[in-house]
């Protein structure tokens, strides 16, 4: 670290009339660069203005050194940081301008250096044995933000180059709670930030992890793994009545919260419509109608919607834009399905593909997280690592998870997965 720039003394505190053997200012020198060193490398404000007090008094050897923080609020100086005084507590506080050096500094913003205490027309008396004292501005963003306050039982004991360099200090200590202020409104932003993230979630998992229909014939399979703490992801059971049910699977564009509102809304919107028509291809037409009107320009989803209709062993499918779903009855196929756009981009119709679902057939919708997933050297998992992963005969959703992940692991490039495998018993 660089000597610190010295600056001309200001004058209306008085000039010292005892300079300080050039070996005392060398050896008060180095102590007081140590103590800056480590001042300006700590965030924590506590820590900080602890560190400052005790590091001046060791390197002078003071009576009380004390930092006094600015309330804007009250516009008063607050005491934060302190050593050696039995009167002041943490909490103290003083008027600006009105009470004390520390507020006359604080008013003035220039140093003020008191040879003799009791001389002193603004100085009020803290500790007996005091003598001489020194208080001196922390500037930041131009402003007065603190006062640093040096006291010693010594009459006259700084010489003019321990005040200059006090002064130098002064400007590392005001960057230094500078800095801690901004990192400690940065924290408690991440914090609150990361409460509503929590909350967010929270919601989610009740959205997405409750019991799966128990429906005659048939028995489901799901996962649901978001890369981060949202997922714009999701998938739905929608009881349409006469054992009949509504299917989604569902990837709404871009990553966090907005991908996690625009999905709480296109599902509540969803759930409105379902039961307004059996077709999943209507059902779409009116979805997409309603989401063009009200969704951000190039925000959409991508979603696969399917009717089951349990009795009939059958399921009913359209998709708006997704990957197309695999079919697994003795051989692993991909779903013919025409599609139409995806939901919130314009108008489209959206065609529909009837699969009849005998005993031992399984479908499985799935969203990019999975096929797109990349190993260390950039290469996705694919759809034909998909397919093989179903020819095994007790492939399940939980163990292609797994697959996917100890393939895409060592890369940095994450996705939402989620899973909805339909089996016919």
Same mark, same amino acid.
């Given at each position: 670290m660089?000597? *610190?720039?010295?600056?001309? %003394?200001?004058?209306?505190?008085?000039?010292?009339?005892? %300079?300080?053997?050039?070996?005392?200012?060398?050896?008060?020198?180095?102590? !007081?660069?140590?103590?800056?060193?480590?001042? &300006?490398? &700590? #965030?924590?404000?506590?820590?900080? !203005?602890?560190?400052?007090?005790?590091?001046?008094?060791?390197?002078?050897?003071? $009576?009380? $050194?004390?930092?006094?923080?600015?309330?804007w609020e009250t516009d008063e100086m607050v005491l934060e940081g302190v050593r050696g005084c039995t009167v002041n507590m943490k909490g103290a506080r003083l008027k600006?301008?009105? =009470?004390?050096?520390?507020?006359?500094?604080?008013?003035?913003?220039?140093?003020?250096?008191?040879?003799? $205490?009791? /001389?002193? *027309?603004?100085?009020?008396?803290?500790?007996?044995?005091?003598?001489s004292a020194v208080d001196l501005p922390l500037q930041a963003r131009g402003e007065i933000v603190g006062v640093l306050s040096v006291e010693h039982k010594e009459l006259d004991a700084f010489?003019?180059?321990? /005040?200059?360099?006090?002064?130098?200090?002064?400007?590392? %200590?005001?960057?230094?709670i500078e800095n801690a202020r901004l990192f400690q409104v940065e924290r408690m932003e991440r914090e609150r930030m990361q409460r509503e993230a929590d909350d967010a979630r929270a919601v989610q998992q009740s959205l997405f992890l409750k019991a799966v229909p128990l429906v005659s014939g048939f028995a489901f399979e799901t996962a649901w793994h978001p890369a981060g703490t949202l997922a714009g992801d999701w998938f739905d059971f929608i009881d349409l009545g006469e054992d009949r049910y509504g299917i989604v699977l569902a990837d709404v564009s871009g990553k966090g919260m907005p991908a996690a509102l625009l999905m709480s809304a296109t599902r509540a919107i969803l759930r409105s419509l379902a039961k307004l028509d059996s077709s999943p291809s209507q059902t779409l037409v009116r979805l997409n109608q309603t989401l063009s009107e009200d969704f951000p320009m190039g925000k959409f989803v991508t979603m696969i919607y399917a009717v089951l209709d349990a009795r009939a062993r059958e399921i009913t499918v359209a998709s708006a834009g997704h990957l197309r *779903? #695999?079919?697994i009855n003795g051989k692993c196929s991909f779903l013919e399905v025409d599609s139409g756009l995806p939901l919130g981009l314009g108008a489209s119709s959206y065609p529909e593909c009837k699969i009849e679902m005998k005993p031992g057939?399984?479908? #499985? +919708?799935?969203?990019?997280?999975?096929t797109e997933a990349m190993n260390s050297r950039d290469e996705e998992y694919g759809p034909a690592r998909l397919r093989?992963? +179903?020819?095994? *005969?007790?492939?399940?959703?939980?163990?292609?998870? =797994? =697959?996917?992940?100890? +393939?895409?692991?060592?890369?940095?490039?994450t996705d939402d997965a989620t899973v909805v495998l339909i089996r016919s018993r």
């Amino acid at each position: 670290m660089a000597t *610190p720039a010295l600056r001309p %003394i200001d004058t209306s505190g008085g000039i010292p009339s005892r %300079i300080h053997s050039s070996c005392d200012y060398v050896q008060t020198l180095m102590k !007081l660069q140590r103590a800056a060193e480590l001042i &300006t490398s &700590t #965030l924590d404000m506590d820590a900080l !203005l602890e560190r400052v007090v005790n590091d001046i008094a060791a390197s002078i050897g003071c $009576v009380e $050194v004390s930092v006094w923080l600015r309330d804007w609020e009250t516009d008063e100086m607050v005491l934060e940081g302190v050593r050696g005084c039995t009167v002041n507590m943490k909490g103290a506080r003083l008027k600006i301008g009105r =009470e004390g050096m520390v507020g006359h500094v604080a008013k003035t913003g220039k140093m003020r250096y008191a040879r003799d $205490v009791r /001389l002193d *027309p603004y100085y009020v008396q803290c500790e007996e044995e005091t003598r001489s004292a020194v208080d001196l501005p922390l500037q930041a963003r131009g402003e007065i933000v603190g006062v640093l306050s040096v006291e010693h039982k010594e009459l006259d004991a700084f010489s003019g180059d321990q /005040l200059q360099v006090l002064q130098a200090l002064a400007g590392h %200590i005001a960057v230094a709670i500078e800095n801690a202020r901004l990192f400690q409104v940065e924290r408690m932003e991440r914090e609150r930030m990361q409460r509503e993230a929590d909350d967010a979630r929270a919601v989610q998992q009740s959205l997405f992890l409750k019991a799966v229909p128990l429906v005659s014939g048939f028995a489901f399979e799901t996962a649901w793994h978001p890369a981060g703490t949202l997922a714009g992801d999701w998938f739905d059971f929608i009881d349409l009545g006469e054992d009949r049910y509504g299917i989604v699977l569902a990837d709404v564009s871009g990553k966090g919260m907005p991908a996690a509102l625009l999905m709480s809304a296109t599902r509540a919107i969803l759930r409105s419509l379902a039961k307004l028509d059996s077709s999943p291809s209507q059902t779409l037409v009116r979805l997409n109608q309603t989401l063009s009107e009200d969704f951000p320009m190039g925000k959409f989803v991508t979603m696969i919607y399917a009717v089951l209709d349990a009795r009939a062993r059958e399921i009913t499918v359209a998709s708006a834009g997704h990957l197309r *779903p #695999l079919l697994i009855n003795g051989k692993c196929s991909f779903l013919e399905v025409d599609s139409g756009l995806p939901l919130g981009l314009g108008a489209s119709s959206y065609p529909e593909c009837k699969i009849e679902m005998k005993p031992g057939t399984r479908l #499985l +919708f799935y969203t990019d997280g999975i096929t797109e997933a990349m190993n260390s050297r950039d290469e996705e998992y694919g759809p034909a690592r998909l397919r093989e992963h +179903f020819l095994q *005969p007790d492939a399940c959703v939980e163990g292609l998870i =797994e =697959e996917v992940q100890r +393939f895409g692991h060592g890369s940095n490039r994450t996705d939402d997965a989620t899973v909805v495998l339909i089996r016919s018993r």
